[in-house]
């Protein structure tokens, strides 16, 4: 399984960006997936979740961003809007797998005032 982000930069404070995460899983069937974020300085976190039927958010971004994943493109994506200055972070894709879980490169988001 690979998973690749784009669409990372810099964005101004009240802007948007949506972030993509190309997915190749090959015979690998991936129901859940999930977008992560590690700010400097701090641990990784959980930005948003998806599941068949099911989102999940941190409290922070609800109501700003959205994760969606469309199949026939094989693609994952996380629309941020009214970026915040705490939302400058490294976003990572993220797939559970087994024997260990599948994250992709990373790509940078840098809100600025």
């Known amino acids: 399984v690979k998973l690749v982000e784009s669409g990372g930069g810099l964005a101004q404070s009240g802007g948007s960006l949506t972030l993509s995460c190309a997915v190749s899983s090959g015979t690998v069937k991936i129901d859940r997936m999930g977008w992560y974020r590690q700010a400097p300085g701090k641990q990784r976190e959980m930005v948003a979740r998806?599941?068949?039927?099911?989102?999940t958010y941190v409290d922070s971004v609800k109501g700003r961003f959205t994760i969606s994943r469309d199949y026939a493109k094989d693609t994952l994506y996380l629309q941020m809007t009214s970026l915040k200055l705490e939302d400058t972070a490294v976003y990572y894709c993220?797939?559970?797998?087994?024997?260990?879980?599948?994250w992709g490169q990373g790509t940078r988001v840098t809100v600025s005032s």
């Open positions: 998806i599941a068949p039927g099911n989102t």
């Open positions: 993220y797939a559970p797998g087994w024997p260990f879980d599948y």
